[in-house]
């Protein structure tokens, strides 16, 4: 308890405003993808997959580009104004994003709430790095990503519980981010450098375009960045793919079941419709398992070379996410999230532990930042991944109409997506499940396990010959 004493308030305050964003943002973000492509009568857009990749790949891509030049305003203007600023931001785009229908209007809307977890993200972890010592800095990054798990944990937990009432999801987000401007009173604004106070945005904004060119100085780390573009790519199914693949093709009647027999309260809330779980529901247990487990894994992979843990997560995260996507049966769906998660617990963080034992003593805050044109490169491949190509192999709407076009039926305009699925049921002389089975055995959606595996597999065995050919192991 000691060490906890060692933390002035500033460090806590911080941490308890990073659980509330992460609660706020993955309580919208895990439904996202089932908003954007979902039935209408179930409060969705039914915008199609290639759409829905495009948003959620750019989008994202950008947040997670835009924080090296937001960082910079950071320094520049203070960073509890630029707090502020990120959760007005933050607040008006969950409050206006329901208005929003049009496939322009929500990426807009998606591009400005992402300038919001942009201006948000460099600040938090600036304040946690400012705020510990060397003697305090590993628990004290340990408490950080233990709040960043446990919002991401709970965020889709209460959002969904208004799912029915889709405007409601971003409302509630909106309401959670309010609580921070209460917090923010009792932020206190560390120190800053200030020569970085003193000097121009736009000059700032030239030195770092001219660092990050200095990256094609170091073709090999340059190298690295690709491989784990890669990863990223994979990884990023779980929120752009997942949510929908189960949706629309996995049977949760079996666990749906259980819960009604044993906690009631779980089926009543989380449940879209009598006899199935909501899919988010399902794919958040990936947050719950690292919870449990991210210590006990961390302390079997701490001995382990990075680039080795590396290989070896990359490997079984690509293994457990294609395997999310090779059947109907949820149990079997549960297994392969966990299976992912080990992976991801195994090698995710080791990312940033490699480049800071690579990068040399002069650069090491250059290269760091550097960590993430991985996540924005592989935003955008997984944008593309979830988006043209689940649409050509594994959509369900885009199957059904094949299938209505092969068997020449006459289906009314106008109707929803479950509405048309139910008629086209109805014509064939088969229940909804029925039909979703014969679609599953004719068109074999499954096959998408196979992209996601090669492309994980690939940045596996890029990495695997990487750590052989380099002098760094």
């Given at each position: 308890m000691s060490v906890f004493s060692k933390f002035p308030r500033t460090f806590w305050v911080a941490n308890t405003i990073e659980l509330f964003e992460r609660w706020a943002w993955y309580g919208f973000f895990m439904l996202f993808a089932n908003y954007l492509t979902g039935s209408s009568d179930m409060g969705g857009l039914e915008f199609s997959q290639s759409q829905k990749g495009l948003i959620m790949g750019i989008g994202t891509g950008i947040l997670y580009f835009l924080p090296v030049l937001t960082g910079a305003i950071a320094d520049r203007y203070g960073y509890k104004k630029i707090l502020a600023l990120a959760f007005v931001i933050y607040a008006t785009a969950f409050a206006f994003f329901p208005q929003a229908s049009s496939f322009t209007a929500v990426f807009v809307?998606?591009?400005?709430?992402?300038?919001?977890?942009?201006?948000?993200k460099p600040i938090i972890s600036a304040t946690i790095a400012k705020t510990t010592r060397p003697e305090t800095s590993s628990i004290g990054f340990g408490i950080f990503y233990m709040m960043v798990n446990i919002g991401a944990f709970f965020g889709p937990l209460v959002t969904l519980l208004f799912k029915s009432q889709s405007h409601l999801i971003f409302y509630v987000s909106c309401g959670i981010i309010l609580l921070n401007f209460i917090l923010l009173l009792f932020y206190r604004e560390p120190e800053r450098d200030e020569a970085k106070k003193e000097e121009s945005l736009l000059r700032t904004f030239g030195g770092i375009f001219r660092n990050m060119a200095s990256i094609f100085k170091d073709p090999g780390f340059l190298v690295f960045l690709l491989i784990v573009a890669g990863f990223w790519a994979m990884y990023y199914q779980l929120f752009f793919t997942l949510p929908v693949f189960i949706s629309q093709w996995v049977d949760t009647g079996v666990l749906y079941h259980f819960f009604d027999v044993n906690l009631p309260f779980v089926s009543a809330s989380y449940s879209p419709a009598p006899g199935v779980l909501d899919a988010e529901f399902i794919t958040n247990t990936d947050a719950l398992f690292i919870i449990i487990f991210q210590i006990a894994v961390s302390a079997l992979v701490m001995r382990l070379k990075p680039l080795r843990s590396m290989v070896a997560g990359f490997l079984v995260c690509s293994v457990g996410m294609s395997l999310t996507l090779a059947s109907q049966n949820v149990?079997?769906?549960?297994?392969?999230?966990?299976?992912?998660?080990?992976?991801?617990?195994?090698?995710?963080?080791k990312v940033t532990e490699y480049i800071g034992l690579i990068a040399p003593k002069d650069k090491k805050a250059l290269y760091m930042g550097y960590s993430f044109i991985p996540v924005f490169v592989g935003n955008f491949l997984a944008g593309f991944i979830s988006g043209n190509v689940y649409q050509a192999m594994s959509d369900k709407v885009a199957i059904t109409e094949k299938f209505i076009a092969e068997k020449g039926l006459l289906i009314g305009d106008g109707l929803s997506t479950n509405v048309r699925f139910e008629e086209v049921a109805r014509q064939v002389s088969l229940s909804p499940q029925e039909l979703t089975n014969l679609l599953w055995d004719t068109y074999h959606p499954s096959g998408m396990w196979v992209v996601i595996l090669s492309v994980g597999f690939a940045a596996s065995l890029c990495l695997f010959i990487y750590d052989r050919a380099s002098k760094s192991r």
């Open positions: 809307m998606y591009i400005y709430l992402a300038l919001g977890a942009a201006l948000f149990l079997f769906t549960v297994a392969a999230i966990f299976i992912f998660s080990l992976g991801e617990m195994a090698g995710s963080p």
